[in-house]
């Protein structure tokens, strides 16, 4: 038969450091490696001896943008750590065709280069005689180029002849350029 009994222990003195000791020295020490997306989302997560290096996810994707690599080195992992997914927005080109009613070029094309995701506001040129069906074009640009053609239509101007004594003659429209025909 046994009897246990609780041991009592008196403190008198604290000590100034403690040292642990590692029953095993050569036990390993692992740490944890968390790779996330530009926005925090956890793309993967391993343990990784100390030393030892990490293995990447497969190269994540944006639209918009290019996959540059990672923001640290996971090749000798010392401490756990977060690794994160850089990027490199990309650029697109918008092309403005400013063309007549026939097709024809009315003026030179405008041609910029905007950021996805960038705004972007264009005014028509202006050509005499003639009226823009756009008079800007507007929009956000996506992740492809972007075309746009805005026509020009001609303005239509009304000639009346008018009588000596202001009678109409007759009354004509015609558009910039064009003539009217006397009655």
């Known amino acids: 038969r046994s009897t246990s009994s609780p041991v009592k222990m008196q403190m008198t003195e604290i000590p100034s450091a403690l040292t642990y000791y590692n029953p095993d020295p050569a036990a390993p020490t692992y740490y944890t490696v968390t790779f996330v997306d530009w926005d925090g989302t956890e793309l993967k997560s391993e343990t990784v001896a100390a030393g030892g290096a990490a293995t990447a996810p497969a190269n994540p994707?944006?639209?918009?943008?290019?996959?540059?690599g990672w923001d640290k080195d996971f090749s000798n992992v010392t401490e756990d750590m977060t690794v994160t997914a850089t990027y490199l927005i990309n650029s697109y080109l918008l092309t403005v065709y400013y063309v007549y009613e026939d097709g024809t070029t009315a003026k030179t094309p405008y041609t910029g280069t905007y950021n996805y995701g960038a705004s972007y506001s264009v005014t028509s040129p202006e050509v005499v005689g003639y009226t823009p069906d756009q008079a800007v074009v507007t929009g956000t640009m996506g992740?492809?180029?972007?075309?746009?053609?805005?026509?020009?239509?001609?303005?239509?101007?009304?000639?009346?002849?008018?009588?000596?004594?202001?009678?109409?003659?007759?009354?004509e429209t015609v558009t910039y350029g064009g003539s009217a025909t006397a009655p």
Do not use: C, N, Q, S
């Not at 994707?61 to 540059?68: D, K, L, N, P, V």
């Not at 992740?143 to 239509?153: G, K, R, S």
């Open 61 to 68: 994707t944006r639209e918009g943008y290019i996959f540059m």
């Open 143 to 171: 992740a492809a180029p972007v075309e746009v053609t805005v026509t020009y239509h001609p303005i239509p101007y009304t000639v009346t002849f008018v009588d000596w004594d202001g009678t109409v003659l007759k009354t």
